[in-house]
C-alpha cells in the first residue's frame, strides 16, 4: 500500500483530520504523512488497528529542530524604468516560522511492511510545544517520547509519566536543540591556547576582565 | 560453633495483605553494581523479597551522541558509532552505512557485502557468547561459564584485530563498501574459528542448557508475553523469544540475506530461559550463515568507485537504514540538507527500548531475578544513554 492510499484510507474513516504527504528527495524513496495534532491520535489508533494495515509495531520515534529562517522567494514585479514598463524579478525575503517535530516510523510485523513516516508539528518553537502522546497507542514510544521532552523540550500531552530521561532532574534547557548554547563550565587550564583560551578569555571578561 | 537450640526464626516478612507492621524497603540498585553491566541505576522498592515498583534511571552516560554527530562529517561519525554498543562496533557500523547508503543511493560491491556479512555474524557470535557466559555469572556460576564463553570470544575479537587493527573498536565499515580488504589467510584463519564454534555450543549446551539449577532460575522468571513485545517495540532475540516471527535479516533481506538459508529460532514462553536458549540456537545459526558465506566469498573490489567518502556530500532528504543487530533493530535515522554534515542523526537504539518493559518483567518477582531480567535482556550502556 503506497502513502496515497494510506491517506485516502485515513480520511475517509478519521473525520475531520487534514493530512499532507511530505515528499522526500532522497533515493530512500521514504515520504512521510504529516498529521494535524489534534486528530493524531485516532490517526495512530487506526493505523495500528486497521485489518489491511496494522502497524503494530512502532520502531522509532525522535525529534527534529527546525529553526526559524530566512526564505527567499523569487517574485515577479512589474516596474516602470526608463519610463518603460518592465518586468522585473524580486527577491522577496521572508521569515519563516520554525517549529519542533516529532517523527514516528510505524512497520508492521503481522504484515511485514513499512516503514510509514509519520510527523507531527509543533506551532512553534517557544511557548506553543505542545504535541498529543502517542504512548498509549504504542509503548514503545514511552521512552523516545520521554527523550524527546528531555533533549527537544516537546510536551506530550497524555503521556503518563513525562519526565526527562537522559538529562538529570534539575537541567533546565534542551541540548538538541539547534540554538543550545554549552552552558559556561570552563575549569582553570594554565597553559591554554586555541580553542580553550577563547573561552578562557569568554569566561574571565564575564567575570570581570583577566 | 554455635548450636541452634530453638527453631529458627522466619525472617521474610508474611506476605498476607493484613499486616499492619511493615513498610516498603527502597533500594537504589546501581549505578555501581556490577550486574548493571555498566553505569545504571534501578529505584526498586521491596515489599521482603517481592519487587512491587521498579524505575530505571538513564543518562549516567550520556554523551549526546546525536549532538557530536550534527558536527561531525558523515565519515567522520562513523568511529563514533563504534562506541554506542561497544561489543558490536561492527554491527553498528553497519547500520550506520546502510542508512547513509539508503540517503544517497549508493551500491555496495559484491565481496563487500559477503565480507559485511561476514564480520556482522562474527559480531552475533560473540556478543551472544558474551551475553550467555555473563547471564550465567549473574545467577552465580562465578567464573566457568564466563571464561568459556570468553575464550571463544577473544578467537573472535583476534580475528578482527587482524582485519581490521582494534579488537572492540573496529570502525570497519564505509558507506559503499568495507574499509580494507581481508589479508592473506584472513579468510583461511576465520574458517578456523567458525568450525570450531560448534564444539564450544555443544560443550556450553551439553554444560547447561538442561542444567536444574539454571531451569529454576530462569523459567518462568520474567515473562513478555507476544503482544507485550509487539506493542512496546522490543526486537531482536527478545522480541522472538516471545514468540515474535520478526527477524530483519528475513524481513527486510538487507544486504544479500536473501542468499543464505538459515531458520529463525522462536520461544514459546518468553522468560529469561527462552531469551538464553534463543542465544544458543541463534549461535548455531549464524554458524551456518557462516559456512555458507564463507564458501561462496567472491573475489573482487570492497568500494564503491562512484562514492567518495571524503567530502560526501549526500542531497537533501531523510533515510531510515536498520539492520538486525545483535540486541535487535538498530536503526539510523538521517536527514541531509544537503551539507557535508548530518542535519539530523538519530540513532534508534535497540538496548533502549528494549528496556521499556523492564518494570512489568520484574513486578511479583524476587529481587535476585532482577539481576538475571536484566542480564536476559541484553544492554549495552554505551547504546542505551548515547
Not at chain 2, 521498579?54 to 558509532?81: D, Q
Request: glycine content about 8%.
Amino acid at each position: 500500500m503506497n502513502l496515497e492510499e494510506i491517506k485516502s484510507e485515513i480520511e475517509a474513516n478519521v473525520p475531520g483530520c487534514s493530512l499532507e504527504i511530505i515528499p522526500n528527495g532522497s533515493p530512500s524513496g521514504q515520504h512521510s504523512l504529516l498529521v494535524d495534532p489534534d486528530h493524531a491520535f485516532a490517526v495512530a489508533g487506526f493505523l495500528r488497528d486497521a485489518a489491511n494495515l496494522r502497524l503494530d509495531y512502532c520502531s522509532n520515534v525522535t525529534g527534529v529542530d527546525w529553526p526559524a529562517k530566512e526564505v527567499s522567494t523569487k517574485v515577479k514585479t512589474k516596474k516602470v524604468v526608463d519610463g518603460v514598463e518592465q518586468e522585473v524579478d524580486e527577491v522577496l525575503k521572508t521569515q519563516s516560522g520554525g517549529y519542533l517535530e516529532a517523527v514516528y516510523h510505524l512497520f508492521s510485523v503481522e504484515q511485514r511492511q513499512g516503514p510509514v513516516v509519520l510527523r507531527m508539528r509543533t506551532e512553534d518553537r517557544a511557548d506553543r510545544v505542545h504535541l498529543p502522546s502517542l504512548t498509549p497507542v504504542w509503548r514503545s514510544a514511552d521512552y523516545q517520547e520521554r527523550e524527546i521532552f528531555d533533549l527537544f523540550g516537546i510536551i506530550f500531552d497524555g503521556h503518563p509519566d513525562l519526565r526527562r530521561l537522559l538529562m538529570w532532574e534539575g537541567f533546565e534547557d534542551h541540548p538538541m536543540r539547534r540554538d543550545y548554547v554549552d552552558p559556561d563550565d570552563y575549569e582553570y587550564e594554565p597553559t591554554a591556547h586555541d580553542e580553550v583560551l577563547k573561552r578562557a578569555k569568554e569566561h574571565l571578561s564575564a567575570e570581570g576582565g583577566l | 560453633m554455635s548450636v541452634l537450640t530453638e527453631a529458627p526464626v522466619d525472617l521474610t516478612p508474611s506476605q498476607s495483605d493484613d499486616r499492619t507492621d511493615s513498610q516498603l524497603l527502597e533500594v537504589s540498585m546501581g549505578p555501581q553494581h556490577p550486574s548493571t553491566h555498566g553505569v545504571f541505576r534501578m529505584d526498586v522498592a521491596l515489599d521482603g523479597e517481592r519487587v512491587v515498583k521498579l524505575k530505571p534511571v538513564f543518562g549516567y552516560l550520556h554523551r549526546n551522541h546525536e549532538k557530536i554527530a550534527e558536527t561531525e562529517s558523515y565519515l567522520g561519525c562513523m568511529p563514533y558509532t563504534d562506541r554506542l554498543d561497544y561489543i558490536c562496533s561492527i554491527t553498528n557500523n553497519w547500520a550506520y552505512a546502510l542508512a547513509v547508503e539508503k540517503l544517497a543511493g549508493i551500491q555496495v560491491p559484491e565481496r563487500a557485502e559477503y565480507l559485511r556479512v561476514i564480520t556482522g555474524e562474527l559480531t552475533r557470535l560473540q556478543n551472544h557468547a558474551g551475553l550467555v557466559g555473563f547471564l550465567m555469572q549473574d545467577m552465580g556460576a562465578s567464573g566457568t561459564p564466563l571464561m568459556y564463553a570468553f575464550r571463544e570470544r577473544e578467537k573472535i575479537l583476534d580475528l578482527f584485530e587482524a582485519l581490521t587493527g582494534a579488537r572492540m573498536m573496529c570502525n570497519y565499515m564505509r558507506f559503499g563498501g568495507c574499509r580494507v580488504d581481508a589479508p592473506a589467510g584472513w579468510l583461511q584463519q576465520a574458517q578456523k574459528v567458525i568450525d570450531a564454534f560448534p564444539r564450544f555450543l555443544d560443550e556450553f549446551e551439553r554444560l547447561l542448557v538442561s542444567n536444574e539449577i539454571l531451569m529454576a532460575r530462569t523459567q518462568g522468571v520474567g515473562v513478555v508475553s507476544r503482544e507485550q513485545a509487539v506493542n512496546a517495540g522490543i526486537s531482536g532475540p527478545m522480541a522472538r523469544a516471545s514468540g515474535v516471527n520478526y527477524d530483519l535479516r528475513k524481513v527486510d533481506k538487507y544486504g544479500i540475506y536473501d542468499r543464505f538459508s538459515f531458520r529463525v529460532p522462536l520461544g514459546e514462553n518468553g522468560d529469561v530461559y527462552d531469551r538464553y536458549m534463543l542465544r544458543v540456537l541463534e549461535m548455531r545459526e549464524s554458524v551456518e550463515i557462516l559456512k555458507q558465506a564463507m564458501r561462496d566469498v567472491p573475489s573482487g573490489p570492497i568500494m564503491d568507485p562512484n562514492t567518495k567518502t571524503r567530502g560526501f556530500r549526500p542531497k537533501a532528504g531523510e533515510a531510515y537504514g536498520r539492520i538486525e543487530g545483535p540486541k535487535g533493530e538498530l536503526g539510523f535515522y538521517l536527514i541531509s540538507d544537503g551539507s557535508s554534515n548530518p542535519y539530523r542523526f538519530r540513532v534508534r537504539p535497540p538496548s533502549l527500548i528494549n528496556l521499556t518493559l523492564l518494570e512489568d518483567m520484574c513486578l511479583g518477582q524476587n529481587v535476585a531475578d532482577i539481576v538475571i531480567i536484566l542480564g536476559s535482556v541484553d544492554i549495552v550502556l554505551g547504546e542505551v544513554d548515547r
